[in-house]
């Protein structure tokens, strides 16, 4: 651990505790995104929930329920419910595969396809604004962290390794 000396003087008071502020902030951050994108997305009639959902579904080009709860961290009941009511608004499709009936495969309809390409400018104005001030240097030091954080939390290197790569990156459409 760094010396007491190399701290910002802002943190000195709190050096012990670090660790316990960091995961504070990152909580709050991204509590925070979350509100922002809910109130930019009512008007629309979605919340954060149900662009995380698309942007799952989208980024694998389709996947089951499975694939959803794991990279959402939405509970099943929220995330049934939002998969019902994306359906119900046209923007997923569900299907069942003819050699296993019990799976249900989900994709964007092309309706979910225009509106996610919509949704995805309003997510980079935010994230720009968001990170205004951070050079891309920071953006990377702070991903390579969140990374090892993952990995050590995970107690799964396989999980870790697909929340770190959103779904394995053999999976993720091809970025035009």
């Not at 009511?85 to 979910?112: F, H, I, Y």
């Amino acid at each position: 651990m760094e010396s007491e000396e190399q701290l910002p003087e802002v943190l000195k008071p709190i050096a012990d505790k670090i660790p316990d502020y960091l995961f504070y902030l990152m909580f709050h951050a991204t509590r925070q995104r979350e509100m922002a994108f809910d109130a930019a997305l009512a008007d629309v009639g979605l919340n954060i929930n149900r662009l995380r959902t698309l942007s799952v579904i989208q980024r694998l080009n389709g996947c089951t329920m499975k694939d959803l709860a794991r990279l959402t961290a939405i509970d099943r009941t929220t995330l049934t419910r939002a998969v019902d009511q994306l359906v119900e608004q046209g923007l997923v499709e569900r299907s069942t595969p003819a050699g296993d009936r019990r799976k249900v495969q989900m994709c964007l309809s092309p309706e979910g396809e225009a509106f996610y390409r919509e949704a995805t400018q309003l997510i980079d104005d935010f994230n720009r604004r968001a990170l205004a001030g951070v050079g891309r240097r920071q953006q990377v030091e702070l991903l390579q962290v969140l990374n090892t954080v993952i990995r050590n939390i995970s107690g799964d290197s396989e999980l870790a390794h697909e929340l770190i790569t959103f779904g394995g990156l053999d999976r993720h459409r091809a970025v035009a």
